[in-house]
């Protein structure tokens, strides 16, 4: 048989007639951040023969170093989200405040989008999967009016879709709008996201724990003792477990949420709330990550959708992947009160 895809747009016009008063603009906007994320892979897949590598010199309001890539990426969505007419405001990692879309056509659309333009910023340079992640909420403001930081500041448990682009051996697009979690590859050839899989299943165990354990001795000893578990012989849960980070999110959550996983980043001594921001990287994940059959904490029992923001670049401890996983990682926190 001929090979014929089946593509993003027919997989999200399928899922559009399960809201029978959807109109369309949802549907619209996905292809605007597919549209984008193309532009994005083009950069990435020509990082070392073009002049893009490297720093753009400036602090972003994280206190990180941007990378011209951050940069590219940054300003290759919001120009694709204004250009689309249907978001009415943008909170990026990258950016201070929130950016507000007053034309006309904006003002008076109903989405607002959370973004973190290129996750794995520190991988950038040396051909290392980053990404790109992305949340969408209805705002709270009447349309018609400039949207304000209470339309960004609403539990991940209100987001209507979210999804991340991984830019890897292939680029990839992974999306939830709340009918699960489904998965699509760029297929350079003919220029478009082509279906992997429409419902991604995360095991509910899994043998791999990802955490950058070069910070291990500023860890709480729930995680240090949770460390050392998975390490230790057990053939039962099929004990030791195996270490695995990138050092980019969105590429270790990928290869968990395949092959299953769990992925922590805790707090430390120096920073009490970890280093993921909530709004950008930990709500849109844990999304996916639920709706494949997963599981999102802040490893106290507080599920990570649940979460009301008070500042759009919050940050919080991210506990993420096999729900029995996080489950025992839990156990242990619990076990020292969180010290
Ligand atoms: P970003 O590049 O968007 O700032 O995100 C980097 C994040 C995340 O991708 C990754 O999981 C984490 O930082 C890695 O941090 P460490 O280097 O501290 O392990
Ligand atoms: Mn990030
Ligand atoms: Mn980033």
Request: glycine share 8%; with cysteine; proline share 4%.
């Amino acid at each position: 048989m001929a090979y014929q895809p089946k593509t993003l747009h027919e997989i999200i016009i399928q899922q559009q007639s399960a809201f029978p008063y959807a109109k369309g603009e949802l549907s619209r906007l996905l292809s605007h951040i597919a549209i984008a994320a193309k532009i994005v892979h083009k950069k990435v897949n020509k990082a070392g023969l073009v002049d893009i590598l490297g720093d753009a010199g400036n602090v972003n309001v994280q206190g990180e170093g941007q990378k011209l890539l951050d940069v590219f990426a940054n300003e290759t969505f919001l120009r694709s989200f204004q250009a689309s007419g249907i978001v009415a405001g943008v909170a990026s990692e990258e950016n201070e405040n929130i950016i507000i879309f007053d034309d006309n056509l904006s003002v008076n659309s109903k989405y607002v989008i959370c973004m973190d333009p290129l996750d794995g910023s520190s991988n950038i340079d040396v051909n290392v999967s980053i990404g790109t992640i992305f949340s969408i909420y209805r705002r709270i403001s009447p349309a018609g009016q400039k949207v304000v930081n209470e339309d960004f500041l609403q539990p991940g448990s209100k987001q209507v879709a979210a999804g991340y682009i991984i830019y890897g051996s292939s680029t990839m697009m992974v999306y939830t709008t709340g009918l699960g979690t489904t998965g699509f590859t760029l297929d350079p050839s003919i220029g478009e996201f082509c279906l992997s899989t429409l419902e991604m299943k995360t095991p509910k165990d899994g043998k791999i724990y990802s955490i950058n354990e070069g910070n291990y001795i500023k860890f709480p000893r729930g995680v240090k003792d949770f460390i050392k578990y998975c390490q230790e012989k057990d053939e039962e849960t099929k004990r030791p477990w195996t270490s695995r980070y990138i050092g980019s999110l969105v590429a270790d959550f990928h290869r968990n949420l395949i092959k299953g996983g769990i992925f922590i980043y805790p707090k430390t001594e120096q920073s009490p709330n970890g280093k993921l921001r909530l709004l950008y990287e930990c709500n849109p994940i844990a999304f996916l990550a639920e709706q494949a059959g997963g599981k999102a904490t802040d490893g106290l029992g507080n599920r990570i959708l649940d979460i009301k923001p008070t500042n759009i670049h919050q940050r919080v401890p991210f506990y993420t992947g096999s729900t029995n996983m996080v489950d025992k990682a839990e156990e242990f926190m619990f076990k020292y009160h969180n010290l």
